[in-house]
């Protein structure tokens, strides 16, 4: 209709309406984009406001399973210690068999993984521009970075100090499994520990029976030289793995309040 309308008013030359008509066009296309660009701009901010939500619930989760390996690390640092005054200091009849119990428990390590649902899809869908302040955006993406480095420091700890040299001497010297008794250790059960109406069965069997003959070695029998050494470093992994996680803890506190602070600033926004 405005395009006849034009045609109509060039071919009986009224400049003035033709004006008119191409001012009105350039207006409407105008209100146009600018009204499309802020039903976008009111979308992305929504899509922004309720993907930092779904960060900060992440964060939550990630929280439970830094603390969980912190204490998991802290009880096994103390357990080492344990040990060791047990070699030392103990001259009970179970003695053989609490430190059997104490090394196998040392045995054990636990993966540290503290990946975000949220910031995968962000990262992978080419979104994280949606987070509009650019110094937040970039502290998330360092944040989530620090983890994934920090992540493989642990395992190749535990690969190399806790799997292939504590686990490997263990075995070596043909020290058997021992069930852990909370009571016999005076220490709480190990952090994470899972039972089950089968475990308990077969852990009840002749394999696992508390015996502890492979240890029942004399006070300063050379076994316990040895196993000292070892008890020193898979401590000092535990603390050293304590300390880094503890770091992450601290890290995800402070992504935390930056997002508490951007969502709070969000709200008063709208």
């Known amino acids: 209709m405005i395009l006849r309308r034009v045609i109509d008013h060039v071919k009986k030359q009224h400049w003035t309406a033709v004006f008119l008509d191409f001012v009105i066009v350039v207006l409407g296309v105008f ?143 043909s020290i058997p499994p021992r069930t852990w008794d909370s009571a016999l250790m005076n220490m709480q059960s190990p952090p994470g520990i899972i039972s089950s109406a089968f475990l308990t069965e077969a852990r009840s069997g002749p394999l696992y029976a508390a015996g502890g003959e492979s240890l029942a070695a004399p006070p300063g029998a050379a076994i316990w030289e040895e196993i000292i050494p070892r008890l020193a470093w898979r401590g000092l992994i535990a603390t050293s793995n304590e300390s880094m996680v503890e770091s992450l803890r601290t890290a995800t506190e402070e992504l935390q309040t930056k997002l508490a602070r951007r969502l709070e600033g969000r709200s008063k926004e709208q």
């Open 31 to 173: 209100i146009g984009i600018q009204v499309s660009n802020w039903n976008q701009f009111s979308s992305d901010r929504r899509a922004e406001t309720e993907y930092l939500r779904q960060l900060q619930n992440d964060l939550r989760n990630i929280q439970v399973e830094v603390g969980a390996q912190i204490e998991f690390e802290q009880f096994h640092a103390n357990l080492a210690s344990h040990v060791l005054s047990l070699i030392r200091n103990d001259r009970s009849d179970t003695r053989a068999l609490k430190i059997n119990m104490g090394l196998c428990q040392l045995a054990v390590r636990r993966t540290l993984r503290t990946q975000s649902p949220t910031f995968l899809n962000l990262q992978g869908s080419g979104n994280l521009e949606i987070i509009s302040d650019p110094q937040l955006r970039a502290a998330i993406i360092s944040y989530f970075y620090s983890t994934s480095r920090l992540e493989a420091a642990l395992d190749k700890n535990n690969a190399f100090f806790v799997d292939q040299s504590f686990v490997g001497f263990v075995t070596s010297k």
